[in-house]
């Protein structure tokens, strides 16, 4: 059996460390907003390149508390990709805006930078681009619209920790970035967490204040915020292993590697890396024309597979009201129905890697 992801064999690998960090939280009887919290923030501000990093709930809650504190409101628009997990989306609705989808490059499976401008509109007030499966998004381009047409960047990293554009953090390059510490992203909490970092020191403070109900003091809430705060167990975990990010994303870099060398005679496509970015590989997403016959031949084999993301975001029961059905976004569709992400994670080891990939040369022969 070679699993889709394997958190128990993370966790034992530095088990020492986090059972340490996990007693020093409960020894110390507090548990939300302390020096944890503070030191995290901090830690991983330094990680990304940014003046700010606030800890927030998850990583849903970062999207929303960021386009509040950029003011976005209710009945704006905000530009986003269909191809993404439906929580994007969420988030815009949360804040009361709408979500105005522009289809994929169909090479990245990012926003179409390309067909940005043409969806801009009177209600446009920011872009939020999605950097899907650990590769950044075009953001030169999607920087040039947005400085041009006066509209704010938000950049969703949900999956993309330690990932870089042309040198640079993602996360650090538009106005704000948010991360997700979901506990299988490249970097995991033990729950739910989330990261805002920004180096826009007004939005800092907005999102702290945003982020404990609006308080800019204890009982004094001078803005509608909502309640979600990094705990103190997630940020001591989360700290000791922000120190192996690095090892870890460079061992899912070689995996990735490992894989596209080892299908090259295959019958399915693998990941396009785009020139000039570091892709840290949260999903190693391969393409076929017979997606369900592949991961079918996969599971009789012992292998797990899953989509990301079977539906797009205007095919969701949830966003029926969009009003835009199939055929609307032809290339996050067409690549909906043909992805299948494989195994990778640091612990995988060559070895399955070679057999994972053995099956899918094996297939159809």
Not at 208 to 232: C, F, V
């Given at each position: 059996?070679?699993p889709f992801?394997?958190?128990?064999?993370?966790?034992?690998s530095?088990?020492?460390e986090?059972?340490?960090?996990?007693e020093?939280?409960?020894?110390?009887?507090?548990?939300?907003?302390?020096?944890?919290?503070?030191?995290f923030?901090?830690?991983?501000?330094?990680?990304?390149?940014?003046?700010?990093?606030?800890?927030?709930?998850?990583?849903?809650?970062?999207?929303?508390?960021a386009?509040?504190a950029?003011?976005?409101?209710?009945?704006?628009e905000v530009?986003?990709?269909?191809?993404?997990?439906?929580?994007?989306?969420?988030?815009?609705?949360?804040?009361?805006?709408i979500?105005?989808?522009?289809?994929?490059?169909?090479?990245?499976?990012?926003?179409?930078?390309?067909?940005?401008?043409?969806?801009?509109g009177?209600?446009?007030?920011?872009?939020?681009p999605?950097?899907?499966?650990?590769?950044?998004?075009?953001?030169?381009?999607?920087?040039?619209?947005?400085?041009?047409?006066?509209?704010?960047?938000?950049?969703?990293?949900?999956?993309?920790?330690?990932?870089?554009?042309k040198?640079?953090?993602v996360?650090?390059i538009?106005?704000?970035?948010?991360?997700?510490?979901?506990?299988?992203?490249?970097?995991?909490?033990?729950?739910?967490?989330?990261?805002?970092?920004t180096d826009?020191?007004?939005?800092?403070?907005?999102?702290?204040?945003?982020?404990?109900?609006?308080?800019?003091?204890?009982y004094?809430?001078?803005?509608?915020?909502?309640?979600?705060?990094?705990?103190e167990?997630?940020?001591?975990?989360?700290?000791?292993?922000?120190?192996?990010?690095?090892?870890?994303?460079?061992?899912?870099?070689?995996?990735?590697?490992?894989?596209?060398?080892?299908?090259?005679?295959?019958?399915?496509d693998?990941?396009?890396?785009m020139?000039?970015?570091?892709h840290?590989?949260?999903?190693?997403?391969?393409?076929?024309?017979?997606?369900?016959?592949?991961?079918?031949?996969?599971?009789?084999?012992?292998?797990?597979?899953?989509?990301?993301?079977?539906?797009?975001?205007?095919?969701?029961?949830?966003?029926?009201?969009?009003?835009?059905?199939?055929?609307?976004?032809?290339?996050?569709?067409?690549c909906a129905?043909?992805?299948?992400?494989?195994?990778?994670?640091?612990?995988?080891?060559?070895?399955?890697?070679?057999?994972?990939?053995?099956?899918?040369?094996?297939?159809?022969?």
């Amino acid at each position: 059996m070679i699993p889709f992801g394997d958190l128990r064999l993370h966790y034992n690998s530095i088990k020492i460390e986090l059972d340490q960090a996990i007693e020093g939280v409960l020894s110390s009887g507090w548990f939300i907003l302390g020096e944890n919290v503070s030191a995290f923030e901090s830690e991983f501000a330094t990680f990304c390149g940014t003046e700010s990093a606030l800890g927030v709930g998850n990583g849903t809650d970062a999207l929303q508390l960021a386009l509040m504190a950029c003011g976005v409101e209710r009945g704006d628009e905000v530009i986003t990709t269909p191809l993404s997990a439906t929580f994007t989306a969420l988030a815009i609705c949360a804040v009361g805006a709408i979500p105005r989808l522009v289809d994929i490059d169909p090479e990245t499976y990012n926003i179409d930078p390309k067909k940005i401008e043409a969806a801009i509109g009177p209600r446009t007030r920011a872009i939020l681009p999605v950097h899907l499966y650990g590769q950044p998004a075009d953001l030169d381009p999607i920087l040039a619209i947005a400085r041009q047409q006066g509209l704010i960047v938000v950049e969703d990293a949900a999956q993309a920790h330690g990932a870089q554009y042309k040198g640079r953090g993602v996360g650090s390059i538009g106005d704000v970035g948010c991360f997700s510490f979901y506990p299988s992203k490249n970097l995991g909490a033990f729950g739910d967490g989330g990261m805002v970092v920004t180096d826009d020191a007004e939005i800092a403070e907005k999102v702290r204040m945003l982020r404990d109900g609006g308080q800019k003091t204890r009982y004094d809430h001078q803005l509608a915020g909502i309640n979600s705060r990094l705990d103190e167990l997630q940020a001591a975990i989360l700290r000791v292993k922000l120190r192996y990010l690095d090892k870890w994303n460079k061992r899912r870099q070689h995996i990735a590697a490992l894989y596209t060398a080892l299908l090259g005679e295959s019958d399915v496509d693998p990941p396009f890396e785009m020139p000039n970015v570091e892709h840290v590989y949260h999903l190693y997403v391969i393409s076929c024309q017979d997606r369900d016959g592949l991961q079918k031949h996969l599971e009789q084999r012992g292998v797990q597979t899953k989509v990301h993301y079977p539906t797009p975001i205007h095919l969701q029961g949830a966003f029926g009201w969009l009003r835009q059905g199939p055929g609307s976004f032809p290339t996050a569709e067409r690549c909906a129905a043909r992805i299948v992400s494989l195994p990778i994670y640091p612990e995988l080891t060559d070895a399955k890697v070679r057999q994972v990939a053995g099956y899918i040369l094996d297939w159809r022969k």
